[in-house]
């Protein structure tokens, strides 16, 4: 940090993004341009367009301080989104703290797999987190009526703030351990993202994942798939006629044990894949008694 430490340089927005740049990449962040851009962004309540708009506009020093501290959090590992607060999913900022998972681009798959099939009416969301499911599909099918459950009351505050947010009216939130009871439908529609990494996949995981993003939503306990076997335990039950369960998982080494678990007399299994193409969501529905 010794560069922006030097005494009575004024420092504009413009010197700050360039010097940024290369001090992100020399630590490994990627998008580094990006990733200044929104601290600063975020610091100054402005737009990337009303950044560069201003770009000759001279730091304060307090502005210049706080600039710093978001700099060194981001260098020493804490994801962005928890600094600033937000995350992006489906078109729309959602808030995000550390008590849930934050928003990947690739759960957008189940959103769009959910608007693809017949209309639902009534929807369960199984570990809503920051209420980024439960929500998208609130607004994307109006008229709908979800039910978001979750074990933390924590993220279940999150995910209230972010419906507020958006006036989404029509969810329910339940503070529920799918594990030990299940909530009362039948539903045309459920959404999971669950836990799905095995306790020993710990080091396959990014560093600033592991330290920061909550266990609760990370690890299963298990072998990483405890909560599809749960599932398909709850299906009969929780599934209307012509319902359909979308729920996420681990890409390619967990795809053939999905089919086995949901697979069977009577259950239609469809995988999706995302946008790197790999595997990504599970469509499960029961055509059959």
């Known amino acids: 940090m010794t560069a922006i430490d030097q005494p009575h340089r004024i420092w504009r927005i413009i010197d700050l993004i360039q010097w940024g740049r290369p001090h992100f990449e020399e630590r490994g962040i990627s998008n ?17 367009v009303d950044l560069y708009v201003q770009f000759e506009r001279p730091m304060e020093p307090d502005e210049l301080a706080q600039f710093k501290q978001l700099v060194q959090r981001r260098t020493a590992g804490e994801p962005l989104q928890y600094i600033i607060g937000t995350a992006p999913f489906y078109g729309r900022d959602f808030k995000v703290t550390p008590a849930v998972l934050i928003p990947r681009p690739e759960s957008e798959v189940l959103i769009e797999q959910l608007i693809r099939g ?21 607004l994307e099918l109006p008229g709908c009526q979800v039910t ?28 529920r351990d799918i594990l030990e009871s299940r909530p ?9 993202n669950p836990p799905y990494v095995a306790e020993d996949e710990l080091h396959t995981l990014a560093l600033e994942v592991q330290d920061h993003e909550p266990r609760l939503a990370l690890f299963d306990g298990s072998d990483g798939l405890r ?31 999905i089919k086995e678990i949901f697979g069977g007399s009577g259950r239609e299994v469809t995988i999706h894949s995302d946008l790197q193409g790999d595997p990504r969501v599970a469509v499960i529905k029961v055509t059959a008694a």
């Open 32 to 48: 580094a341009r990006l990733e200044i851009e929104w601290l600063l962004g975020h610091l100054l309540q402005l737009d990337r």
């Open 118 to 138: 017949p209309r639902p009416e009534t929807i369960l969301d199984i570990g809503t987190g920051s209420g980024c499911l439960a929500i998208t599909a609130a």
């Open 227 to 257: 909560f599809y076997r749960r599932l398909a335990e709850l299906l009969p039950d929780l599934l209307s006629p012509e319902g359909r369960l979308i729920t996420e998982f681990g890409g390619h080494h967990q795809e053939e044990k």
């Open 184 to 192: 009362e439908g039948p539903f045309d529609a459920v959404l999971c």
């Open 148 to 175: 978001a459950v979750d074990i933390s009351r924590e993220a279940l505050a999150v995910a209230e703030d972010n419906a507020q947010t958006y006036g989404a009216d029509n969810i329910r939130f339940e503070q």
